[in-house]
């Protein structure tokens, strides 16, 4: 009677199959979390687009850093600031990374992290204008500031004062050194950046006294998206810790 090989062989099979597949499943498990993050890439040293056409900055690098502490990968997507929220709440991306100031009114539509970056406002004029000391200075004048910012909210609350709003802050520069407007108002790290830093406007502008807002910039997230937030703030925790966001602080913004 011929033996049959057909039960053995299909079994091992089989079993060869069930290892395959395990594998596969584990490799999956292990697969991280990728983050897709937003962030508007005009707000130098915040986040800006370098010589050779990469997004870098303070907020990149923290970013880099907390999902290498967290244990997810992270891409960055240079977003335009005026739908970087909507596209947020349509679920485009899952984070905000964009020197976004934590405020009642966007707590009602989004989730932040917690503070990472107190970056409170500051005036900007040119370095010939004399007796200006606040906004209120400025009374029946231009003043800039980025559209949809907290700058332009502060311009907003001054009576008398005109908000002028440009799509891009680093606009707002140029159009103040170019006497088109009379101040800019930015978060302080940016308007140090142009002011001080900036070889175009070093000589030209000046930051008059000191911030005079107090504003905790923090990562913003859709409404109830509980995972990303925990992922960030498991990383941002760690980064803090381990001593790394006070060398990015004095990397970028000292």
């Known amino acids: 009677m011929k033996?049959?090989?057909?039960?053995?062989?299909?079994?091992?099979?089989?079993?060869?199959?069930?290892?395959?597949?395990?594998?596969?499943?584990?490799?999956?498990a292990k697969k991280p979390t990728k983050i897709v993050v937003a962030s508007d890439a005009t707000w130098p040293p915040m986040e800006f687009v370098d010589a050779n056409k990469n997004v870098v900055g303070f907020d990149v690098d923290l970013v880099n850093e907390i999902a290498k502490?967290?244990?997810?990968?992270?891409?960055?997507?240079?977003?335009?600031?005026?739908?970087?929220?909507?596209?947020?709440?349509?679920?485009n991306y899952q984070a905000v990374a964009s020197s976004v100031t934590i405020t009642d009114e966007r707590k009602a539509t989004m989730d932040f992290s917690e503070g990472y970056v107190n970056a409170g406002q500051v005036l900007v004029v040119k370095k010939a204008t004399a007796g200006v000391a606040a906004l209120a200075d400025l009374v029946g004048k231009k003043v800039g500031a980025q559209i949809g910012t907290t700058g332009a909210i502060e311009i907003g609350k001054v009576a008398g004062?005109?908000?002028?709003?440009?799509?891009?802050?680093?606009?707002?520069?140029?159009?103040?050194?170019?006497?088109?407007?009379?101040?800019?108002?930015?978060?302080?790290?940016?308007?140090?950046?142009?002011?001080?830093?900036n070889p175009t406007y070093k000589d030209k502008l000046m930051i008059v006294g000191k911030p005079f807002t107090d504003e905790w910039?923090?990562?913003?997230?859709?409404?109830?998206?509980?995972?990303?937030?925990?992922?960030?703030?498991?990383?941002?925790?760690?980064?803090?810790?381990?001593?790394?966001?006070?060398?990015?602080?004095?990397?970028?913004?000292?």
Do not use: M, R
Not at 77 to 90: E, P, Q, S, Y
């Open 3 to 28: 033996k049959s090989w057909s039960a053995p062989i299909a079994f091992a099979l089989l079993a060869v199959l069930v290892v395959l597949g395990s594998a596969s499943l584990s490799s999956c």
């Open 69 to 91: 502490a967290a244990g997810f990968e992270v891409e960055i997507k240079n977003t335009a600031w005026d739908g970087i929220f909507a596209g947020l709440a349509a679920g």
């Open 161 to 197: 004062v005109e908000l002028k709003t440009y799509d891009e802050v680093g606009l707002a520069f140029e159009d103040l050194a170019n006497g088109n407007i009379v101040g800019v108002v930015a978060d302080s790290p940016i308007a140090a950046n142009f002011a001080l830093q």
């Open 217 to 254: 910039l923090g990562f913003a997230f859709k409404k109830g998206d509980a995972k990303t937030a925990k992922l960030f703030a498991d990383g941002l925790a760690k980064v803090k810790a381990s001593g790394k966001l006070d060398e990015l602080t004095t990397k970028w913004l000292k």
